[in-house]
């Protein structure tokens, strides 16, 4: 490998590795701190199911901003690095794994959500934490293979 690729290559890895920890750390953070106190402030459903709104409002467009930024990078990654191809590419099924449930809950399960009456609120919380759950799971995989796949890389 060049020089020039190989510096391009770390820069790649840089930009692919601090988004991938961003996404990370904003779903664990949203897990783990935010939505427990969220219930916790907001035991009236109504006044919950507001703030959850204007909370999310607005962070669909970024999200996939980032989701296409990591599968980008790990296409260019793949390209440059073709010894290491097959761990970028499972990257790349893990992202896009990911970002398909981003997809459905931000085009199908908020705006479902929305309209739900009162009873129905608590199904789709739990249903969300789900899709959390799993795209937390996708996106913690895909970041340690990447991490794995880069380590000699970067060394």
């Excluded at 703030?51 to 669909?60: V, Y």
């Excluded at 705006?111 to 009873?119: K, L």
């Excluded at 899709?131 to 970041?143: E, P, Y």
Aim: proline share 3%; with cysteine; charged share 10%.
């Amino acid at each position: 490998m060049s020089t020039s690729v190989g510096t391009f290559a770390v820069i790649l890895v840089l930009v692919h590795l601090t988004l991938a920890a961003v996404w990370l750390g904003s779903m664990v953070y949203s897990l783990v701190v935010v939505q427990p106190r969220v219930a916790r402030f907001f035991p009236d459903e109504h006044q919950r199911e507001d703030f959850l709104l204007e909370l999310a409002s607005g962070n669909r467009w970024p999200v996939a901003g980032v989701i296409c930024t990591l599968l980008l990078t790990d296409s260019g990654l793949a390209a440059l690095v073709p010894q290491r191809v097959v761990a970028y590419g499972a990257v790349a099924v893990l992202y896009a794994a990911a970002g398909a449930v981003f997809c459905n809950v931000s085009w199908r399960h908020w705006p479902a959500r929305v309209f739900a009456s009162v009873n129905e609120l608590a199904g789709f919380r739990q249903r969300l934490r789900w899709q959390a759950w799993i795209m937390l799971g996708l996106v913690s995989a895909a970041f340690v293979v990447a991490l794995a796949a880069s380590v000699r890389m970067v060394a």
